[in-house]
Structure formats: structure tokens, C-alpha cells
């Protein structure tokens, strides 16, 4: 516990290497991350978590990038978390070292760490949750997670943001245009980046005409950027500021972040679950049991839960009295 | 029970629209598919069920066509399912109604179902393996599962394919080069795609070059493919059997089959354990009530999680006694 204590400390001293340690504590699932992030939560919630998400190649590093060096030019302390869910075996963040966020490597006031799992289902999005609050008591002004691509974990990170960037360009074909579809429902802010390539304009009038279907009390904002070259970078903060401001009125950002919270929980006590299923040899030796008897197809997969769940209960209840 | 059973036999006498109802039972996580399905459990496993998977644009529908074509010119009876896992809040499955697949619609002998989340978590690989096994009981020879992207629940489907092919394209930038190296780890056999395209030969080197890199016992056999006009696809078939008798030796196979079943019955535990914490009304209000403490600040999230997994523990064990 004198870890936990010192790495408190060095924390609230605004140290530097304490974040980066904090962090990779919770990349690796120890304990410890959580006792000092759970111990400091009454002081989070005062940076602004801005995700931003969308398919490969729609440079959402380029835009990130923009962003860093328009907050940065506002004095804000900014930290940035690229999540990397594409190795989910080995834990590798292979997008970590970006060369274009090198520009900022000697800038301490921003804060750049990206993120793989550790093989461990739901690790992702707990770990990435316990990052943004280790960087809300570094006193990050701004904080932006990156993700790639639209699946389950890449959701589940957007969910605990408080304002969702999707990414988009024009001609990937029409498995983005279907992808989209799934994006409306979390983006609450558009840009068209790539803005001078042919199709920009047309990308971003589908993009409006399949936002008008939904009937929410917000329409996210349609704007075109070309990141690379800072075209554009004004107008979607702008907008974004704009989604922020409506979030602000009658206690929808408390509603979104009950929801999130909400979200969150329930994905902590699935990691809870497979950390008690995983971490005890008798379970253990059950599961494997039970995996080869549905192997050998003398047992069906349901059935094996049931008797997995009963068995877990009670031997947690057994343990715990 | 009455549906289950008449449900039950219909799909004895291998009448398709049984399983069609039996898939959308397995997509609403309704208990009953999980009946059916079960105590037919034993006469599973005879279906050889490949994955296909890739990032968006890579062309994974052409070629999954072309599998098919060349299937049933064998006189195979083929299952598709495409995931789409990009619509996680209403469960609308997009790429649904894919132009091309249609040419296969009045044949009796192609199965082809698109699968959406039901908005709950893990629900998309259950649900998913559910429709695996109610192919493989319908006597599908191969059954193809198509996936987009490589996030979490992507790669939670992939486990329980027999093999999995990754698709990749020449030329998506820098970003899918970075994704490559997470696919390494699912890919047992590799096709470069739109091998028309430049760069192709160098984008194969690349993938061979990485692949080098790894020490397992099996070399992923990476082929050039141009699935709209059908080459390559033999070659790409034969590569995928080369994997299936490898995978035939030493008892590889079940070794495999024992380790996704683990890992399904992993994720059927998360589930499950989602499933008691929303549906009974006490926890619900816990729940709901230890939320907006966390998102007042008032408590952390990790201490909830505590105070929740005891209290599910404890109502559950009163409640089964």
C-alpha cells in the first residue's frame, strides 16, 4: 500500500510520470489503479472528454493533431488516449508511436499515451475509463480519445466521452456508407475530413439527409475539414462547442453521464465476473471441465452456464460469509 | 414449450423457415432458441464454419459470393452470416440486403442471414453462435460468418469459426498497415484482395514478411485474390483446406474447439450475469441509484462495483433457495 500512497502523492503534486505510471497500472488490471483513481474521484469530472472515432484512413490522428495545436494555443492542458483494440491477444498498441504527434513529444502540457487491451474481455474500455480520470487529476483541460474503427469496444469507449467526433471522408465505398448507419446513433458531432478529394460535398448532403431521420432534440452538425492542411479545424471545434452549450441546458449532461455511468458499471461487473471465474483454481478447473465436455459435444454450452453460474454464486456466497 | 417443440421438429424435417424463426429467436435472446439448440447439441459440429473478416472495403462480400459459387458447384449446402456488429443501439443489421448476394436468393440451398446486436452487451457473439449451430442442424456443409472491422465483438465471433480468413487490400494507408499487426493474431490464412490494384505484390510481401515473425507451428499462407472477377478464389480454397488438415492432425482441432468453447462460455457468463443484474426490479433500482451517486461524485465507481457484485451474489443465492 506504500505504492498506492506515493504514487497519491506524486499525483496530486502534478507529477508528470505519476499519470503515466497510474496508467499503466490500469492497462495491466492492478488493483492499485483503482484505489487511487476511486479514492480522488469527488475531484474528476472537470475536463471535457471529446471522442473522436471513425473508419481507418479518415485521419483522425491528422484531425486529433489539429485539435492539440488549436487548445494548445488557448493554454489548455491536453491529454490524448489513442485506443488500439486491434490486438486483443497480446495487448500491443500498435498505433502508439504516430510520427505526427511527435510534434508535441517535448510540449508537457500535453499529455499523449495510447492504449491496448490485455487480453482480458471489457479490459479495454475499463482501462480507457481509469486513463481519462488519471488525466481529469492530472488537470487535462481537454481530453481526446481516438478509436478506431466502429466495433462493440470502440462504442463502449464513445459511450463514457462526453461528446462524440465521427470521422468520415468520401468514396470509401459502400461498406461505409452502411457503416454509417451504426455511427449515427453515437456520433452527436460529423466531419467530412479529406474535404478536398472529389465527393466531399455529396458525402457530407448524405450524411445531413440520413441525420434528418432521426428525431432526437439534437441534429449533429455536418462540417467539412482537410485536416492535413488545418482547413476547417474552427469551425468543427465550433461545432462541437455548439453540442457542449445544448448538453449544458436542463441537465442533459448529467442525464448523458448517468447513462454512460450506467453503461460503465454494467461492463465492470462483466470484467468483475471473468476475474472471479478466472482467478481461482477450483473455477478453473471446473471451467476447463465443462469446456471439454462441450467439446465433445456430451454436454451443450447452456447448460454448462447454468451450472457454472450456480456454481459461482455459491461459492462466492460460501467464501464471503 | 409448445413452440419449442413444434419449432424443434419442423427443424428435424429441415424446413428452412424453422430456421429462420430460430435465428431471429437467438437475435431477441429469447430462452427458447437456447432450448431448441441445446438438446440438439450432440448432432452439431459437422459443419465446417469459416470466418471472414477484414477491414471495410476490402471487398469481404464478393469474395464470401464467390465461396459460394464455387460451394455450390460442388454440391454444397452453404450458410452465410453476416454480423454486423456497427449498430449496437437499435440492432438494425445494415449490410442486410446485399445486391450481389441476391443472386443466390432463389436458391434453396444458400442460407444467407445478416445478424445485428440486440443492444445488450455480448449479445452479438451469442447470438451469433446460436445461428451457427442452427445452420449446422439445418445440414449446412460450410457455413460462412462475415464480419466488418476487427474491434472486440468481431474477434469474440471469429473464436468460434473452425478457421479465419483475413482479407486485406492494397493500398489502405498507414493506419491498416497498423491493423495488420493485430489481425496477425486471428488470421489463420490470408488473401490480398483487388489484386489488380497497385501495390498488391508489396502489400502480400509485407503481410508474408510479418507473418514471418510469428513462431506457432502454422505459416498463415498468404494469397492474391480479384474476387469480382473470380481469381484466385480456388487457390484462396485451397489454402483454407491446407489449414483444415493441418488443423486435422494431433488432435489440433479439438484443442482449438476447446479453447473457443472456453472463451464462448466466457462471454455466455457475461451475458448472463447483465441479463439477472436488468431484469429483476431490486436491481434495476440499485442500479439506477448507485449511478447517480457516481455520476453526482458522491461515489466512485469502483466501490460500487463492489457493493453491487456483493449484493447480486447475496439475492440471488436467496433467491434459488
Not at 471439454?292 to 467464501?319: K, M, N
Request: net charge negative; hydrophobic share 40%.
Amino acid at each position: 500500500m506504500k505504492d498506492v500512497q506515493s504514487l497519491g502523492e506524486a499525483l496530486d503534486r502534478g507529477e508528470r510520470r505519476a499519470v503515466a505510471r497510474l496508467i499503466t497500472w490500469a492497462e495491466r488490471n492492478d488493483p492499485r489503479a483503482y484505489e487511487v483513481i476511486g479514492t480522488r474521484y469527488a475531484k474528476t469530472g472537470r475536463a471535457f472528454v471529446l471522442g473522436v472515432s471513425g473508419p481507418p484512413g479518415s485521419g483522425k490522428s491528422t484531425l486529433t493533431e489539429s485539435f492539440i495545436r488549436k487548445l494548445r494555443s488557448e493554454g489548455q492542458r491536453v491529454g490524448v488516449i489513442a485506443v488500439d483494440p486491434t490486438s486483443p491477444f497480446t495487448g500491443g498498441a500498435v498505433l502508439g508511436d504516430r510520427v505526427r504527434m511527435n510534434d508535441h513529444a517535448t510540449d508537457r502540457e500535453v499529455f499523449i499515451r495510447s492504449m491496448g487491451t490485455r487480453g482480458h474481455l471489457g479490459g479495454l474500455s475499463k482501462a480507457t475509463s481509469a486513463a481519462i480520470l488519471a488525466l481529469d487529476l492530472y488537470g487535462c483541460d481537454t481530453i481526446i480519445v481516438e478509436t478506431v474503427g466502429v466495433g462493440q469496444s470502440e462504442v463502449d469507449v464513445m459511450r463514457v466521452c462526453d461528446c462524440t467526433l465521427m470521422v468520415m471522408v468520401p468514396g470509401l465505398g459502400d461498406e461505409i456508407q452502411a457503416i454509417k448507419a451504426g455511427v449515427m446513433e453515437v456520433g452527436d458531432v460529423f466531419v467530412v475530413n479529406k474535404s478536398d478529394l472529389d465527393g466531399a460535398r455529396r458525402t457530407a448532403r448524405e450524411l445531413r439527409a440520413m441525420l434528418d431521420l432521426n428525431h432526437g432534440d439534437w441534429r449533429p452538425p455536418v462540417e467539412q475539414v482537410i485536416a492535413s492542411q488545418g482547413e476547417g479545424i474552427e469551425l468543427a471545434w465550433a461545432a462541437i462547442d455548439r453540442y457542449r452549450a445544448f448538453m449544458a441546458e436542463e441537465e442533459r449532461a448529467l442525464q448523458r453521464r448517468q447513462e454512460s455511468v450506467k453503461y460503465e458499471l454494467l461492463g465492470l461487473i462483466q470484467t468483475a465476473i471473468i476475474e472471479r471465474a478466472t482467478q481461482s483454481r477450483p473455477h478453473i478447473e471446473l471451467i476447463d471441465q465443462l469446456c471439454a465436455q462441450i467439446a465433445e459435444r456430451t454436454l451443450d454450452p447452456y447448460r454448462a452456464l447454468q451450472h457454472l453460474i450456480s456454481t459461482l454464486f455459491d461459492l462466492e456466497t460460501t467464501s464471503s460469509r
